[in-house]
Structures are given as structure tokens and as C-alpha cells.
């Protein structure tokens, strides 16, 4: 069917549902992108706070392990100081 330039175009109409639909599409995916980042810090954050709670109880049972060697030897000197 050719094109009849007398009849009223539907072609503005379709140009702007076009371009919402653009810009819909677009705000989306920018959220998303946002939000995909947000996770990510987020999971890093609590990465570097489990990190931290791992680092201080392996030196909680470091300093337990070294006060209990210097109980030990303390002991030990009383003991041999009392025989």
C-alpha cells in the first residue's frame, strides 16, 4: 500500500511511545545497575566485617594460648621455689 501524504499520520504518535518506551527501558537498567552496585558494597562491607571478627578471635585464642603457656610457667616457679 503506498504512502498517501494526505492521510494523518500516526508516525508522532509512534515516535513518542517509541522514545517512553526508550527511556523506560533505560531507567531500568540504570536501577538495576544501582542496585547490582549497592549489593556489591554491601557484601564487601560485611566481607571486611567478617574478616575483622575472624582476625580478633584467632588473636583471642592466640593471647588465651600464650596466658595459659604463662600460667603454666608461673606455676611451674612457684612450685619449684616451695619444694
Known sequence: MPYDASEKSNLPIVAA???VGSAG?????????????KEAYR?????MKQQELDMK??????????????SAAIYDIKNHMNA
Open 43 to 47: 557484601r564487601e562491607k560485611l566481607s
Open 25 to 37: 527501558f533505560l531507567f531500568y537498567h540504570a536501577s538495576a545497575a544501582k542496585r547490582r552496585e
Open 17 to 19: 511511545v517509541m522514545a
Open 57 to 70: 578471635r584467632e588473636q583471642h585464642e592466640l593471647f588465651k594460648g600464650i596466658n595459659k603457656s604463662v
